[in-house]
T-cell receptor
Framework: TQLLEQSPQFLSIQEGENLTVYCNSS?????LQWYRQEPGEGPVLLVT?????EVKKLKRLTFQFGDARKDSSLHITAAQPGDTGLYLC???????????FGGGTRLMVKP | DVKVTQSSRYLVKRTGEKVFLECVQD?????MFWYRQDPGLGLRLIYF???????EKGDIPEGYSVSREKKERFSLILESASTNQTSMYLC?????????????FGSGTRLTVV
């Protein structure tokens, strides 16, 4: 069974701070995805990383896929209250027919 | 704008009632999924379907059934609702063999069983 562990589970910071959250596994994934879920809504796909070492940027969010394709990180620069939400990482299972989700990092950015 | 639509945002049902949660997608996706999301437990897969009239059990199918009579619609059925089925229910869809495109989720149904 492929497991994805996310850390930290909870993070509360002030507006303007930088932060990094992590998604780790002992298994190799063909790709990893990051989703953001705002309170009361479903998760929304932010990015997919496919190549080991790949870095993708989405405005103030930087996503990196580990060289060995076992881990990924999400760095947010100058966090804003609108970044508040649950961040989930996910990767295809061994059969390649569905996604395995991590437990998520719940981020709160205070004004 | 493509999307997954869940019929109810909030639902309150009594113990023992039969409950239907409806999900419709307009993207011609082959795959559809039902998850429940609980604090501290993350997303747990209940059932999924790769094709019309096809269904597979996920990690926690007990107490639930599903129906997929048309490609765009995937229904979750609670045969006899119990209080431990109070949860946020999320429907998702994806292209077959297109996991790099990710899942599209609905907005969720928050079900309370009293």
């Amino acid at each position: 069974t492929q497991l994805l562990e996310q850390s930290p589970q909870f993070l509360s910071i002030q507006e303007g701070e930088n932060l990094t959250v992590y998604c780790n596994s002992s298994s190799v994934f063909s790709s990893l995805q990051w989703y953001r879920q705002e309170p009361g809504e479903g998760p929304v796909l932010l990015v997919t990383v496919v190549t080991g070492g790949e870095v993708k940027k989405l405005k103030r969010l930087t996503f990196q896929f580990g060289d060995a394709r076992k881990d990924s990180s999400l760095h947010i620069t100058a966090a804003q209250p609108g970044d508040t939400g649950l961040y989930l990482c996910a990767g295809p299972n061994n059969a390649g027919n569905m996604l395995t989700f991590g437990g998520g990092t719940r981020l709160m950015v205070k004004p | 704008d493509v999307k997954v639509t869940q019929s109810s945002r909030y639902l309150v049902k009594r113990t023992g009632e039969k409950v239907f949660l409806e999900c419709v997608q307009d993207m011609d996706h082959e795959n559809m999924f039902w998850y429940r999301q609980d604090p501290g437990l993350g997303l747990r897969l209940i059932y999924f379907s790769y094709d019309v009239k096809m269904k597979e059990k996920g990690d926690i199918p007990e107490g639930y059934s599903v129906s997929r009579e048309k490609k765009e619609r995937f229904s979750l059925i609670l045969e006899s609702a119990s209080t431990n089925q109070t949860s946020m229910y999320l429907c998702a869809s994806s292209l077959n063999r297109g996991l790099n495109y990710g899942y599209t989720f609905g907005s969720g149904t928050r079900l309370t069983v009293v």
